[in-house]
């Protein structure tokens, strides 16, 4: 008989049918004897078999699989049926036929003719007959030949494996693979001569080279580096396809997915349509250009609501022509025929200032302006309105730049996240909610991605409605409208522009933490927080110093340095004590340089003498006059400013808080709270009350903030935790099957933030003379319209849509 072949006596193939019946003790086994015939190793032809053992069960009971043991002389080998292999997410595939090749063991000459015995048991507990197929056959094209195609088949439960002899003539050899399909996913691996042969899914990695293949593969395998020049080519095909970059078989059905994201994409489509709807119900939606062609009416009316980012105001008479006193070119200086309104809270010091420093140089001196007790709006809004609009056009590009440059590099690292959880499988790197994480393609959440898709959405429309605001006040501009020219706020949109971004950028990089969410990456969730947190201060103080204001270059290097110590407290922040004695004396610093030039209007000079000078100060205004400093709103704030700061350094020195990202924007959340507080605080020592649009905005922003802040505060997972102590917080999902807690913190927080943008100048001042309105520190200017607070461009008519800050991210 042909060497290692089945005795003659046996056949060429043995089949077994059988049952395993049901004993007394509620175990049933069989063995099965099979002999294999073998003769000297010198007779041996230069073809080498190898046996195949097939096995088939009817029975698809998990809880009483029947278990096959095939024993040899050098190992065992085992698996039950069904079979079952788990994909990602604990899916399983079960699989009731399985064919194994058992690992060939060649006699030794000394041995002789000799038999090889293999033993194959059978078991099961199953409390009721199983029926099963054990079938034994013989490979004859186990062994490879060189430059000839071999054709063959293989499956996750059924893989194949052959031998392959290096001619003595040959030193390297290229193994190519191709299959008939792109899928499914299958590994090539190459192994040495080794008893047992790696040949499933979950081992075929642990042992010689390997590559991943779809539709081809090749490798090179040199002679050298298998001493006995031999090995074997090994095929396993993989039950899922995600390996080779096919998609995730969904966890839940496909229509779910659909439901999802069209709740998603139509929930914030409809602030599209109620912007729209509101434009046209007003005139100016779709034809601006029709408004600005109306009546002096007609354009009160207009211009006084729109879009809910325009609330008007009442006026006491709609064709009311404004004082001509001002001076053109976009200037408005206090006049001496000028004095104040009838009721107004104005100082009587203010009614004699006409009377002194008239002289022109008195007027264009930075020092003697910025430096009064009594400033208006009109102080600080003197430079060409061209001029300080381009400056301000400065923070949209550039911010652009900025997130393209970040956002990039953070996609870029969090795919290669994602592709090490899937390859490695430990899901123990990404902090998920795996109650509710539903996958789609090779993301593992994508429902936590997914529901970002709000803050792009909006922010997109915020740019939107702020081009349109921009395109009426430049037509106006044109028309030289009387109350575009001589009333209101003055109008710069860049900073608008910026904001809109950032929105949208955090939607981007929000969604690009939650691909992958742990501790290393939590900075690129709150880098664009700290972005809209200190864009939106800054546009609360341009919005009264645009003259003053900081530049775009210098603004964003303060979040640059801010970004790089919130990096630094990644890496540092948990356990040296050196770094946050650096931060603490650097937040201590930066606030007392921050208040010197807010109290001074800038015209405080850092140099090598402000020691001097801060001596003086610190002498004139706190010792000499403690019960009444030159500016006292100013110093009060101040002082309470510089508290909350200290606060905050010293609580960081003290406790050193892991999540330092979380502390650092608890920092400009807390500062925009109080700029906000002063503000109110002003306002109701105005006498002034809030209109029903204006407070129709405010009320809806705190509703939705306090609506998201309660999901945020479920926490569904913590990276400050181990990942076992993280996952005992997961929590299944509450909307639509899909989304958990924090996706409805995600949507929340986008239309609050939304909202919190569209607040717009409002106040019950009638058109009062300009001039006579003092000047607050940080006035906000979306909670009042029609004010009349000195200075060029002010007006009821002319509402300049502005930013609240978000109370809580």
Known sequence: SPPWGLPARLGRIQVHMGALRVPELSWAAVSLLFCLLQTPISTLFPQVDAVRVYVNSSSENLQYPVLFVVRQQKGVLSWQVPLIFRGLYQRTYNYQEVSRTLCPSEPTPEAGLSDQVIFVDVASMAPFDIAYELLVTRLNNFQLETNKAFNFTASPSQPQYFLYKFPQDVDSVIIKVISDAVYPCSVVSVQDIVCPVYDLDHNVEFNGVYQSMTKQAAITVQKKDFPGEQFFVVFVIKPEDYACGGSVPSSIHESVYVQAMFFSFLSFLSFYLVSVVVGCDHGTGLFPEMALSASPSRVASIWAVTLLLSIGGPVSSPHSVPDESSSSGGRQLSSPERGPQAGSDTDSSVEEESDFDTMPEIESD???IRTKVFLYLSDLSRKDRRIVSKKYKIYFWNIITIAVFYALPVIQLVITYQTVVNVTGNQDICYYNFLCAHPLGVLSAFNNILSNVGHMLLGFLFLLIVLRRDILHRRAMEMKDVYTLDYGIPKHFGLFYAMGIALMMEGVLSACYHVCPNYSNFQFDTSFMYMIAGLCMLKLYQTRHPDINASAYSAYASFAVVICLAVLGVVFGKNDMWFWVIFSVIHVVASLALSTQIYYMGRFKIDLGIFRRAAMVLYTDCIQQCSRPMYMDRMVLLIVGNLVNWSFAIFGLVYRPRDFASYILGIFICNLLLY?????????????????????????????????????????????ETPAESREKNRPCILLGFFDDHDVWHFLSAAALFFSFLVSPASSLPHSAIQHHPLFLLVLPCLHQGEAAPGSHKSALAPLLCSLPPPLW
């Open 366 to 368: 930075k020092n003697v």
């Open 676 to 720: 906000l507080a002063f503000y109110i605080i002003m306002k109701l020592r105005s006498s002034e009350k809030l209109l029903p649009i204006p407070l129709f905005c405010i009320v809806a922003t705190a509703v939705m903030w306090a609506a998201a802040l309660y999901f945020f505060f479920q926490n569904l997972s913590s990276w400050e």
